[in-house]
């Protein structure tokens, strides 16, 4: 299909504003209001205002995870972006090397490194922004030789490799020491992620420090006398030591105990001699626990004896790090990643964490919310049926929430959103059939609760216990991932599916459950399984799991499960028997991220096959209609490199699927013959999700919180002839009459963290094409015949006299849009206005606040909308639902906000 038949769709942000995992950091020496800060897959953010409000920059490159910023102290307007997270979670994206803006974040260059993957730290010298270093970690499933310190001497026009170990050890960190500039020191990571569920990666020897005595140009490496041999991620910071160069280390040694331990060896070393020898200084295991997620560490430039340890808490020590105090966290534990400290004022710090980044100005003692950053990473999604509708999501390290689709205030702000449980950060959430007071939701490890929103309590119903963090899969026959797999079925409201190594299925809301598969993974309680599996050992010693479920609404008994290790089964018979269906050819550890069961057909149901985990980028969808004995491979107009996570077909236009992949949305209109794209405005992130609820199309970004495509009547509608047409007035979907908003008091100004509600009114779309002459004119007809209002494209906008508050509340014209191509119109639901002299009208909301006279509101009912264009009418009925809310708005008095 042209994409100027969609033209006039646009995403729409919800929420929430509940900040997202941040990984890097940079402000602006001696202005404490500028800082950046960089997340893991929503792009790069900026504050002029301390903290109080974020801009959004760098959303529309082909990538959106950031794993490093710097600026150039000589040129503040250069700056420079890493992409690629290095926190290196199972859920972290990819970058494609690195950027430069020229005007402090306005437009952005790609410089080159593309396939570094993941990028750990950036250095630009401090008297040339030409001059940069770059800390390149590599693939992180997979080999690759572009890894390691890359050197640019002309602003990232040409890169030289400089420190290259091998093609599965990068480097992680870079340290400058800032009284001896040309002196920089580097930290080397081996480390890869497997392609199951492991809380942490696996490392392997390599890790290293080394030393440059020319800026990065050569490197030696470092004797490190006193450090432990098995050494995992380390982190440096080098000092301002008048007395020689001090460097400090945070250390990470071995396989840890535990999610929140250290293994042996792990712990703060210092060294006052450059790096030749190091010492112990602090093994306290608050410090140090899951090295590899945080290891970073940042000194006072102006007291080489004030260092700060960022970890579930952020740590300050002002004795040269035998002693610490928490400055900032939460006994929930926040996980600060990274830390800022102005070298020109040691009281201005900037932190990132899992939940945001953060400001503060008076040497850490108040620091400004996160609750102002739309960067949350979203798992899964569902909703309910209420109107306005609600959805349920799953946030990576903040839980899951419920939030509506429309605020009452006339935006939607953070009084629409609340937190829920039941679900967990990784899981599925949606709320119980008939009863959307009750929650059901899954978790990490097998956890499985249902929670009352009215009672607030949550309940525990895991079919097998819950498996720790860390925990090595058990003959006892059962493993969970990382985001349990639960489905509701759509014929009874007491019945779930859990996925472990079997299915297993609950009929009274999770009081009992019982196995209705055998096993379905490649697990063999007889394989000998000593030490640490390999990819070939991993799936028959127990590492694989059911990773998706689908239930078929159309027949009962149909349950498609998909795992992790390439399997794929369906039941016919309620798990009775069961049907070996994986498409050929997939290879090991594909892993079955999302089955959806088509809504009109039993034998159909479409895969988004994940190979990622394998260092395979390719975009792999099957899609069957006869139960799986035959597949098509489906991919066709996704390009390499985008992975896809879900595939969900339109329950209104039969072979109308969309497709959420690693950097955006795809639709197709043949039943996944071609896809293309349906970005538009949405920024770049990943789709982890995807749903069609009340015409409307909702997706998951994991970075950049929840997005709806309002009314998608023209994807459901068009065809190839439309774009042909003269003329094409598309069937406007029904229209609830809501009100433009009904809460008293003041309105909420820009400060405040929002996000737009929907069109308030009856949403018309149609298609105009190049030999159009004339003005266009829009009218809407009662059922018994009689001129409601009519619209032109020829009308002027009415002179509004001055206004006593500023642009940003004021609603534009409503003038008939009659545009080569996709136009959309909102009627508002009112009649023809009277005759007075124009004002601004009430309720404000911002960018909505009404023009009047307004018209007397048109009661629900049927309606009938006329388009003439060039003296030719083209007709479209339309229904008017009454206000869910049970009042009738009446016509708001004049005057100001």
Same mark, same amino acid.
């Given at each position: 299909?042209?994409?100027?038949?969609?033209?006039?769709?646009?995403?729409?942000?919800?929420?929430?504003?509940?900040?997202?995992?941040?990984?890097?950091?940079?402000?602006?020496?001696?202005?404490?209001?500028?800082?950046?800060?960089?997340?893991?897959?929503?792009?790069?953010?900026?504050?002029?205002?301390?903290?109080?409000?974020?801009?959004?920059?760098?959303?529309?490159?082909?990538?959106?995870?950031?794993?490093?910023?710097?600026?150039?102290?000589?040129?503040?307007?250069?700056?420079?972006?890493?992409?690629?997270?290095?926190?290196?979670?199972?859920?972290?994206?990819?970058?494609?090397?690195?950027?430069?803006?020229?005007?402090?974040?306005?437009?952005?260059?790609?410089?080159?490194?593309?396939?570094?993957?993941?990028?750990?730290?950036?250095?630009?010298?401090?008297?040339?922004?030409?001059?940069?270093?770059?800390?390149?970690?590599?693939?992180?499933?997979?080999?690759?030789?572009?890894?390691?310190?890359?050197?640019?001497?002309?602003?990232?026009?040409?890169?030289?490799?400089?420190?290259?170990?091998?093609?599965?050890?990068?480097?992680?960190?870079?340290?400058?020491?800032?009284?001896?500039?040309?002196?920089?020191?580097?930290?080397?990571?081996?480390?890869?992620?497997?392609?199951?569920?492991?809380?942490?990666? *696996?490392?392997? $020897?390599?890790?290293? @420090? =080394?030393? #440059?005595? %020319? /800026? &990065? !140009?050569?490197?030696?490496? +470092?004797?490190?006398?006193?450090?432990?041999?098995?050494?995992?991620?380390?982190?440096?910071?080098?000092?301002?030591?008048?007395?020689?160069?001090?460097?400090?280390?945070?250390?990470?040694?071995?396989?840890?105990?535990?999610?929140?331990?250290?293994?042996?060896?792990?712990?703060?070393?210092?060294?006052?001699?450059?790096?030749?020898?190091?010492?112990?200084?602090?093994?306290?295991?608050?410090?140090?626990?899951?090295?590899?997620?945080?290891?970073?560490?940042?000194?006072?430039?102006?007291?080489?004896?004030? *260092?700060?340890? $960022?970890?579930?808490? @952020? =740590?300050? #020590?002002? %004795? /040269? &790090? !035998?002693?610490?105090?928490? +400055?900032?966290?939460?006994?929930?534990?926040?996980?600060?990643?990274?830390?800022?400290?102005?070298?020109?004022?040691?009281?201005?710090?900037?932190?990132?964490?899992?939940?945001?980044?953060?400001?503060?100005?008076?040497?850490?003692?108040?620091?400004?919310?996160?609750?102002?950053?739309?960067?949350?990473?979203?798992?899964?999604?569902?909703?309910?049926?209420?109107?306005?509708?609600?959805?349920?999501?799953?946030?990576?390290?903040?839980?899951?929430?419920?939030?509506?689709?429309?605020?009452?205030?006339?935006?939607?702000?953070?009084?629409?959103?609340?937190?829920?449980?039941?679900?967990?950060?990784?899981?599925?959430?949606?709320?119980?059939?008939?009863?959307?007071?009750?929650?059901?939701?899954?978790?990490?490890?097998?956890?499985?609760?249902?929670?009352?929103?009215?009672?607030?309590?949550?309940?525990?119903?895991?079919?097998?216990?819950?498996?720790?963090?860390?925990?090595?899969?058990?003959?006892?026959?059962?493993?969970?991932?990382?985001?349990?797999?639960?489905?509701?079925?759509?014929?009874?409201?007491?019945?779930?599916?859990?996925?472990?190594?079997?299915?297993?299925?609950?009929?009274?809301?999770?009081?009992?459950?019982?196995?209705?598969?055998?096993?379905?993974?490649?697990?063999?309680?007889?394989?000998?399984?000593?030490?640490?599996?390999?990819?070939?050992?991993?799936?028959?010693?127990?590492?694989?799991?059911?990773?998706?479920?689908?239930?078929?609404?159309?027949?009962?008994?149909?349950?498609?499960?998909?795992?992790?290790?390439?399997?794929?089964?369906?039941?016919?018979?309620?798990?009775?028997?069961?049907?070996?269906?994986?498409?050929?050819?997939?290879?090991?550890?594909?892993?079955?991220?999302?089955?959806?069961?088509?809504?009109?057909?039993?034998?159909?149901?479409?895969?988004?096959?994940?190979?990622?985990?394998?260092?395979?980028?390719?975009?792999?969808?099957?899609?069957?209609?006869?139960?799986?004995?035959?597949?098509?491979?489906?991919?066709?107009?996704?390009?390499?490199?985008?992975?896809?996570?879900?595939?969900?077909?339109?329950?209104?236009?039969?072979?109308?699927?969309?497709?959420?992949?690693?950097?955006?949305?795809?639709?197709?209109?043949?039943?996944?013959?071609?896809?293309?794209?349906?970005?538009?405005?949405?920024?770049?992130?990943?789709?982890?999700?995807?749903?069609?609820?009340?015409?409307?199309?909702?997706?998951?970004?994991?970075?950049?919180?929840?997005?709806?495509?309002?009314?998608?009547?023209?994807?459901?509608?068009?065809?190839?002839?439309?774009?042909?047409?003269?003329?094409?007035?598309?069937?406007?979907?029904?229209?609830?009459?809501?009100?433009?908003?009904?809460?008293?008091?003041?309105?909420?100004?820009?400060?405040?963290?929002?996000?737009?509600?929907?069109?308030?009114?009856?949403?018309?779309?149609?298609?105009?094409?190049?030999?159009?002459?004339?003005?266009?004119?829009?009218?809407?007809?009662?059922?018994?015949?009689?001129?409601?209002?009519?619209?032109?494209?020829?009308?002027?906008?009415?002179?509004?006299?001055?206004?006593?508050?500023?642009?940003?509340?004021?609603?534009?014209?409503?003038?008939?849009?009659?545009?080569?191509?996709?136009?959309?119109?909102?009627?508002?639901?009112?009649?023809?206005?009277?005759?007075?002299?124009?004002?601004?009208?009430?309720?404000?909301?911002?960018?909505?606040?009404?023009?009047?006279?307004?018209?007397?509101?048109?009661?629900?009912?049927?309606?009938?909308?006329?388009?003439?264009?060039?003296?030719?009418?083209?007709?479209?009925?339309?229904?008017?639902?009454?206000?869910?809310?049970?009042?009738?708005?009446?016509?708001?008095?004049?005057?100001?906000?």
């Amino acid at each position: 299909m042209p994409p100027s038949l969609f033209a006039s769709l646009h995403w729409r942000f919800i929420g929430p504003y509940r900040g997202g995992r941040t990984d890097a950091v940079a402000g602006v020496p001696g202005k404490p209001a500028v800082a950046y800060i960089g997340t893991v897959d929503g792009g790069v953010f900026k504050t002029i205002d301390a903290g109080t409000t974020w801009q959004l920059l760098f959303q529309h490159e082909p990538v959106s995870s950031i794993g490093a910023i710097a600026i150039a102290r000589s040129n503040p307007n250069i700056i420079y972006v890493g992409s690629g997270e290095n926190t290196i979670r199972t859920d972290a994206t990819y970058g494609d090397g690195v950027y430069r803006s020229h005007d402090a974040g306005k437009t952005w260059q790609h410089v080159g490194l593309d396939d570094a993957r993941h990028i750990g730290r950036i250095l630009v010298s401090p008297a040339d922004p030409n001059d940069v270093l770059v800390a390149a970690l590599g693939h992180a499933w997979g080999t690759n030789v572009q890894r390691g310190v890359f050197l640019s001497t002309d602003g990232g026009q040409h890169w030289k490799k400089t420190l290259y170990v091998n093609d599965h050890t990068g480097a992680i960190d870079l340290a400058r020491d800032p009284a001896r500039p040309q002196s920089v020191y580097a930290s080397t990571w081996n480390m890869n992620r497997p392609p199951w569920f492991q809380y942490a990666p *696996l490392h392997c $020897p390599g890790a290293a @420090l =080394y030393h #440059s005595g %020319d /800026g &990065g !140009k050569t490197w030696q490496k +470092l004797a490190m006398h006193g450090l432990p041999p098995d050494m995992g991620r380390v982190g440096i910071a080098a000092a301002d030591a008048k007395s020689g160069a001090r460097i400090y280390a945070i250390v990470s040694t071995g396989t840890p105990a535990g999610a929140n331990s250290g293994g042996a060896g792990s712990g703060l070393y210092r060294s006052d001699d450059g790096g030749t020898s190091w010492a112990l200084v602090n093994s306290t295991p608050r410090l140090l626990g899951r090295g590899w997620y945080f290891g970073r560490i940042a000194v006072d430039p102006g007291n080489p004896d004030v *260092l700060y340890i $960022p970890n579930t808490t @952020l =740590y300050r #020590s002002t %004795d /040269g &790090g !035998k002693h610490f105090t928490a +400055l900032k966290g939460s006994p929930d534990g926040d996980d600060l990643q990274r830390l800022w400290v102005d070298p020109k004022d040691p009281d201005h710090l900037v932190a990132t964490a899992d939940q945001g980044g953060s400001v503060s100005l008076d040497d850490g003692a108040t620091w400004s919310g996160w609750f102002n950053q739309p960067s949350a990473q979203i798992y899964h999604i569902s909703t309910d049926d209420a109107v306005p509708f609600n959805v349920y999501a799953t946030q990576q390290d903040s839980g899951a929430l419920m939030i509506h689709s429309r605020g009452r205030s006339g935006i939607i702000t953070n009084h629409d959103w609340r937190p829920v449980a039941g679900g967990g950060e990784s899981g599925y959430i949606f709320p119980k059939k008939g009863d959307p007071n009750i929650i059901y939701g899954s978790s990490a490890g097998g956890m499985v609760a249902t929670y009352d929103l009215k009672t607030e309590v949550t309940t525990p119903i895991p079919p097998q216990p819950p498996v720790p963090f860390g925990a090595k899969p058990t003959a006892a026959g059962y493993s969970a991932p990382w985001n349990t797999a639960l489905a509701p079925s759509p014929f009874n409201a007491d019945t779930l599916f859990a996925g472990t190594r079997k299915v297993f299925e609950t009929t009274d809301a999770g009081k009992h459950w019982h196995a209705i598969s055998p096993v379905l993974t490649g697990w063999n309680p007889n394989a000998h399984c000593p030490g640490m599996p390999t990819r070939k050992s991993a799936a028959e010693c127990g590492y694989s799991v059911v990773y998706a479920l689908a239930v078929s609404p159309v027949q009962p008994g149909i349950i498609w499960a998909g795992t992790d290790d390439g399997r794929l089964w369906v039941t016919r018979d309620d798990g009775k028997h069961w049907s070996k269906v994986a498409p050929p050819g997939l290879g090991p550890w594909s892993r079955m991220d999302t089955i959806a069961a088509d809504p009109r057909q039993a034998g159909t149901a479409y895969v988004a096959v994940d190979r990622h985990e394998v260092d395979d980028l390719k975009p792999y969808i099957y899609i069957t209609h006869d139960f799986g004995q035959h597949w098509r491979r489906a991919a066709s107009g996704i390009p390499d490199g985008d992975y896809v996570h879900v595939v969900r077909p339109d329950p209104a236009r039969r072979g109308l699927l969309y497709a959420g992949t690693e950097q955006g949305v795809f639709v197709s209109f043949n039943d996944g013959h071609a896809w293309q794209s349906l970005q538009l405005n949405l920024p770049t992130s990943s789709i982890r999700d995807l749903r069609v609820h009340a015409g409307d199309l909702i997706v998951a970004t994991h970075g950049r919180g929840i997005w709806i495509l309002d009314d998608i009547a023209p994807l459901r509608q068009a065809d190839a002839a439309t774009a042909q047409s003269a003329v094409h007035l598309y069937r406007p979907q029904p229209a609830v009459e809501f009100s433009l908003g009904i809460y008293p008091g003041e309105a909420r100004p820009p400060e405040v963290a929002h996000a737009a509600n929907p069109p308030t009114g009856a949403i018309i779309d149609y298609w105009l094409g190049q030999d159009m002459h004339g003005p266009v004119t829009l009218a809407i007809y009662d059922a018994s015949g009689e001129l409601v209002r009519r619209y032109s494209s020829a009308a002027q906008p009415v002179t509004m006299p001055p206004a006593n508050f500023p642009k940003y509340y004021r609603a534009p014209p409503a003038i008939l849009p009659a545009q080569t191509g996709a136009n959309r119109f909102v009627w508002n639901f009112r009649g023809t206005p009277p005759s007075g002299p124009a004002h601004w009208a009430s309720p404000a909301v911002l960018c909505r606040t009404p023009r009047g006279p307004l018209g007397p509101w048109m009661p629900p009912g049927r309606y009938r909308v006329v388009l003439t264009v060039d003296g030719k009418q083209y007709n479209q009925p339309l229904t008017v639902r009454p206000n869910p809310y049970g009042w009738h708005p009446v016509v708001p008095h004049p005057g100001a906000c």
